[in-house]
Nanobody, 115 residues
C-alpha cells in the first residue's frame, strides 16, 4: 500500500519561507518521478514542481526562482523549499507521483501566507 505523508506547512508572513517534506512508503521511490501539487480553496489542484528519477526539476511559472524541489531516494523523501512566499501561494500542498496516482493522495499540509 502506497502512503505519502506531507509535513512542514504553517502560517507565514509574505516574504517568508517554509520547507515542506514528503515521506513515502510502499513505493519504489527511487524509480518514481515525483511532484508537489497544491490546491487553493475553490480552485483546481495544480502542479507546483516536479522532479524525475535523475533529480531533474521542473517548476510552474508562478513559483520559478522562489521554490526549489529536492529528493533523497535513500530516505524516500522529497523536499519543497519555498522562499519569498506570497499570499497567492496559500493552499493545501500534496506530494504524489508524476503523473499522480489516484490511490496515493495524502492529507496534504496547509500553507497560509498572510499579507
Amino acid at each position: 500500500q502506497v502512503q505519502l505523508v506531507e509535513s512542514g506547512g504553517g502560517l507565514v508572513q509574505a516574504g517568508g519561507s517554509l520547507r515542506l517534506s514528503c515521506t513515502g512508503s510502499g513505493i519504489l521511490f527511487s524509480f518514481t518521478n515525483m511532484a508537489w501539487y497544491r490546491q487553493a480553496q475553490g480552485k483546481q489542484r495544480e502542479v507546483v514542481a516536479g522532479i524525475n528519477r535523475s533529480s531533474t526539476a521542473t517548476y510552474a511559472d508562478s513559483v520559478k526562482g522562489r521554490f526549489a524541489i529536492f529528493r533523497d531516494n535513500a530516505k524516500k523523501q522529497m523536499i519543497l523549499q519555498m522562499n519569498s512566499l506570497k499570499p497567492e501561494d496559500t493552499a493545501v500542498y500534496y506530494c504524489n507521483a508524476d503523473p499522480p496516482r489516484s490511490d496515493s493522495w495524502g492529507q496534504g499540509t496547509q500553507v497560509t501566507v498572510s499579507s
